[in-house]
T-cell receptor, first 110, second 111 residues
Framework: EAQVTQNPRYLITVTGKKLTVTCSQNMNHEYMSWYRQDPGLGLRQIYYSMNVEVTDKGDVPEGYKVSRKEKRNFPLILESPSPNQTSLYFC?????????FGPGTRLTVL | GEDVEQSLFLSVREGDSSVINCTYTDSSSTYLYWYKQEPGAGLQLLTYIFSNMDMKQDQRLTVLLNKKDKHLSLRIADTQTGDSAIYFCAESMDSSYKLIFGSGTRLLVRP
């Protein structure tokens, strides 16, 4: 079954404590991206990757890092999380004109 | 710049038709999408339309595109309680790349 998985699904953390949200896809897609969803703002792209070792900033990259060492994985890294990064995060994988979204990770930074 | 706008809320009675509207600003948009998000779930692609089309129908869903006015609508016929969700309009200039989302329209279907 084609899918995008994210872990963890829920996370509560404190300011400044580094965290990583993993994303994995099993469709051999080259293009992957991360979005955050906030009330009244829809989804905004954080980072994207067009292929292994190729990443670039989206619309709201500040405070985030990503890596793409292998095609299937695209982790999102928050080196020093802050409360304004409390949000719902979605990973997406694109192929054949369709974007497949992961189930989301709800992050709370206290 | 790119911008996609939607009304925030729509309430309809079960069995009626729902029409969710969306406007966008980027005239070079190539693809326009409708996504559905149920509570606690991710985004499900409902349908999409190429910018050179005026209309697309898929079972209970009808998408209308007015490219001149940069207006996109999603009509759901015979709306059911299971259609209650948030609906996002999104545009892209290339199907493989960044999507620009609207803020979402929350559809409430009353029994």
């Amino acid at each position: 079954e084609a899918q995008v998985t994210q872990n963890p699904r829920y996370l509560i953390t404190v300011t400044g404590k580094k965290l990583t949200v993993t994303c994995s896809q099993n469709m051999n897609h080259e293009y992957m991206s991360w979005y955050r969803q906030d009330p009244g703002l829809g989804l905004r792209q954080i980072y994207y990757s067009m292929n292994v070792e190729v990443t670039d900033k989206g619309d709201v990259p500040e405070g985030y890092k990503v890596s793409r060492k292998e095609k299937r994985n695209f982790p999102l890294i928050l080196e020093s999380p802050s409360p304004n990064q409390t949000s719902l995060y979605f990973c997406a994988s694109t192929g054949a004109g369709e974007q497949f979204f992961g189930p989301g990770t709800r992050l709370t930074v206290l | 710049g790119e911008d996609v706008e939607q009304s925030l809320f729509l309430s309809v009675r079960e069995g009626d038709s729902s029409v969710i509207n969306c406007t966008y600003t980027d005239s070079s948009s190539t693809y326009l999408y409708w996504y559905k998000q149920e509570p606690g779930a991710g985004l499900q692609l409902l349908t999409y339309i190429f910018s050179n089309m005026d209309m697309k129908q898929d079972q209970r869903l009808t998408v209308l595109l007015n490219k001149k006015d940069k207006h996109l609508s999603l009509r759901i016929a015979d709306t059911q309680t299971g259609d209650s969700a948030i609906y996002f309009c999104a545009e892209s200039m290339d199907s493989s790349y960044k999507l620009i989302f609207g803020s979402g329209t929350r559809l409430l279907v009353r029994p």
